[in-house]
């Protein structure tokens, strides 16, 4: 757990608590492309739920107790399995819905792997997946005081990588004012890494 900052008065926890209609609010704000946000509440929730189970989502809150942030990210590996988790014991509600929304189907497709070039990027090995802030947090220090307690749980690790959405959409501003270094674009994704220590 992080403690409160004196300034801020913010709290980062590793949580494993369901996630929070707030979350899960957060999430369907920030990722509005994403798979997930087309899915009912109740299905994204139990979603970001999984990621809580693994220990890999942190949350930020203020010093009203609410909930303003949460990030998602750990071992890839341990990512990717829990994505995979979700997907097989939800595989039935995500192809109903999938009857609506074409989108959907992706989900139920299996990940190609990749090249072994495109695996071996600095920093593989773990990743920061998700980072969301409530509309009304930004620019406050949330994002940035959840990556410091993300990389508190990270102290044997040269570093790491995350991907964001090229222009307008992504969050490439943000994580270049964190340090993180420009990869590989792909299609419409930019893949980030940060070097730690």
């Known amino acids: 757990m992080v403690q409160a900052n004196s300034n801020d008065g913010l709290t980062v926890i590793r949580s494993r608590a369901p996630?929070?209609?707030?979350?899960?609010?957060?999430?369907?704000?920030?990722?509005?492309?994403?798979?997930?946000?087309?899915?009912?509440?109740?299905?994204a929730g139990a979603f970001l739920s999984a990621f809580a189970r693994s220990a890999t989502l942190f949350v930020a809150r203020d010093d009203a107790n609410a909930e303003v942030g949460f990030l998602i990210g750990g071992d890839t590996a341990t990512l990717d399995r829990t994505r995979a988790q979700?997907?097989?014991a939800h595989a039935w509600h995500i192809a109903a819905a999938s009857t609506r929304d074409a989108s959907l189907r992706r989900l139920l497709m299996p990940r190609l792997k990749p090249a072994k070039s495109f695996g071996s990027a600095p920093y593989a090995g773990h990743q920061l997946r998700f980072i969301a802030v409530a509309s009304d947090a930004r620019g406050?220090?949330?994002?940035?005081?959840?990556?410091?307690?993300?990389?508190?749980?990270?102290?044997d690790v040269p570093g790491y990588h995350t991907w964001t959405m090229c222009g307008a959409r992504g969050a490439e501003g943000f994580f270049s004012r964190l340090g993180f270094e420009p990869d590989i674009t792909i299609g419409t994704h930019l893949r980030m890494w940060r070097r730690l220590g």
């Not at 996630?19 to 299905?43: E, K």
């Not at 994002?143 to 102290?155: D, I, M, N, Y």
């Open 19 to 43: 996630a929070s209609a707030a979350i899960v609010g957060m999430f369907a704000q920030s990722f509005p492309h994403h798979p997930i946000s087309r899915l009912q509440p109740s299905l």
């Open 86 to 88: 979700f997907i097989r």
């Open 140 to 155: 406050l220090g949330v994002g940035s005081r959840l990556v410091s307690a993300f990389e508190e749980t990270l102290p």
